[in-house]
């Protein structure tokens, strides 16, 4: 079974500063792999994904992930914080074992805290 | 172009009610899942339909059953509520079976007392 790791429940960054979201994954083939992002009572939105082309992944809102096969990891960055990207971000994997059945496997998930 | 609908967005029951939620996907996308998300257990499949077909499910009890119409708007029901299915349950939609191109509704959350 497939699964994710997310290092840091809580993330607390200041205006200007480098956010870095860790998510470590496991798979038995080559996973697909997204960051999604989620604002307090709504629900998830695509930030990026890995679905096995270029490994540097660019995203919205300049958010970029890289991935890294050696160290199974998908980690999230942003070179400079803004205050709207407070909010809750989760790493999740694809779950393809069912044949095409895409099911997402979930991080317990990352709340970014964005200090003025 | 109009999102993933989920209704309705907050719901309080009592245990051992049932309760139906309904989740009506983007317009062509034929393909519907749902999550269930908690403090305690983050983000969890629940089930997938296609063509009015369940598709993949995951690991959770009898309790928690779904459809999905000709139209492809789908409902789960959860009966017997108890205490810990309080959560907000998260359907998505995509054009076909078996893609990541899920788009997420905002949710419904269920609060059980």
């Known amino acids: 079974a497939q699964s994710v790791t997310q290092l840091g429940s809580h993330v607390s960054v200041s205006e200007g500063a480098l956010v870095l979201l860790r998510c470590n994954y496991s798979s038995s083939v080559p996973p697909y792999l997204f960051w999604y992002v989620q604002y307090p009572n709504q629900g998830l939105q695509l930030l990026l994904k890995?679905?096995?082309?270029?490994?540097l992944v660019k995203g919205i809102n300049g958010f970029e992930a890289e991935f890294k096969k050696s160290e199974t990891s998908f980690h999230l960055t942003k070179p400079s914080a803004h205050m709207s990207d407070a909010a809750e971000y989760f790493c999740a994997v694809s779950d393809i074992s069912g044949g095409s059945n895409y099911k997402l496997t979930f991080g317990k998930g990352t709340l970014l805290t964005v200090n003025p | 172009k109009a999102g993933v609908t989920q209704t309705p967005r907050y719901l309080i029951k009592t245990r051992g009610q049932q309760v139906t939620l309904s989740c009506s996907p983007i317009s062509g996308h034929r393909s519907v899942s749902w999550y269930q998300q908690t403090p305690g257990q983050g983000l969890q499949f629940l089930f997938e339909y296609f063509s009015e077909t369940q598709r993949n499910k995951g690991n959770f009890p009898g309790r928690f059953s779904g459809r999905q119409f000709s139209n492809s708007r789908s409902e789960m029901n959860v009966s017997t509520l108890e205490l810990g299915d309080s959560a907000l349950y998260l359907c998505?939609?995509?054009?076909?079976?078996?893609?990541?191109?899920?788009?997420f509704g905002s949710g419904t959350r269920l609060t059980v007392v």
């Open positions: 890995y679905t096995s082309a270029a490994t």
């Open positions: 998505a939609s995509s054009l076909a079976q078996g893609t990541w191109r899920y788009t």
